[in-house]
């Protein structure tokens, strides 16, 4: 299975800092990679697709970039809402994996 | 709008069964498959497999083989996950997703999950 490594686990940040996440694939997976914001107690939210495709009413501070094996979310200006736990998924092959996490939280 | 409605918590012993169901409704059901996300309380996210919404075609998470089952009624757009011979570890929500990887997306839109406690 293709092993997915996001870092780092947690961040601080301030409300309108600029926050990167990074995922890495054991293997490339060319574009085939997602990002997801869940909060707490509610289902996971589909951020971004293909690596870099923003997905319909998400807001434009967020983006992605990457490929192959080497993936990054950015958030340009972290709003109090966007406090919460980011998971990236490879599905380039089965069985289709999440990264560990990257929990953001209030300095 | 699309909506994915997951039947209620459950609480089971060890070695029973469980059948969560998924009742769908604003989209085409036929035209997206679905797939099936964990989440053990507190950790990260594991996909489970995921089911054609129009013929019998599924894929399973290996470790999971042989006990799980999904499958779909089109008629009633609706999915179901069977997940047999229940352990500790089993204990989780559970969500069913809806699955547009054919279109070149991933997961966009989610069930509210459902809780399983596996507890004698």
């Known amino acids: 299975a293709i092993q997915m490594t996001q870092s780092p686990s947690s961040l601080s940040a301030s409300v309108g800092d600029r926050v990167t996440i990074s995922c890495r694939a054991s293997q490339g997976i060319r574009n085939a990679l997602g990002w997801y914001q869940q909060q707490p107690g509610k289902a996971p939210k589909l951020l971004i697709y293909a690596a870099s495709s923003l997905q319909s009413g998400v807001p434009s501070r967020f983006s992605g970039s990457g490929s192959g094996t080497d993936f990054t979310l950015t958030i340009s200006s972290l709003q109090p809402e966007d406090f919460a736990t980011y998971y990236c998924?490879?599905?380039?092959?089965?069985?289709?994996?999440f990264g560990g996490g990257t929990k953001v939280e209030i300095k | 709008q699309v909506h994915l409605v997951q039947s209620g918590a459950e609480v089971k012993e060890p070695g029973a069964s469980v059948k969560v169901s998924c009742k769908t409704s604003g989209y085409t059901f036929t035209s997206y498959s679905i797939s099936w996300v964990r989440q053990t309380p507190g950790q990260g996210l594991q996909w489970m497999g995921w089911s054609s919404s129009y013929n019998s075609d599924a894929n399973y998470e290996e470790s999971l083989q042989g006990r799980v089952t999904m499958t779909t009624d089109p008629s009633t757009s609706t999915a179901f996950m069977e997940l047999r011979n229940l352990r500790s570890d089993d204990t989780a929500f559970y969500y069913c997703?809806?699955?547009?990887?054919?279109?070149?997306?991933?997961?966009?839109?989610w069930g509210q999950g459902t809780l399983v406690t596996v507890s004698s």
């Open positions: 998924l490879q599905d380039y092959d089965f069985p289709l994996t």
């Open positions: 997703v809806r699955d547009p990887r054919d279109y070149g997306s991933q997961f966009d839109f």
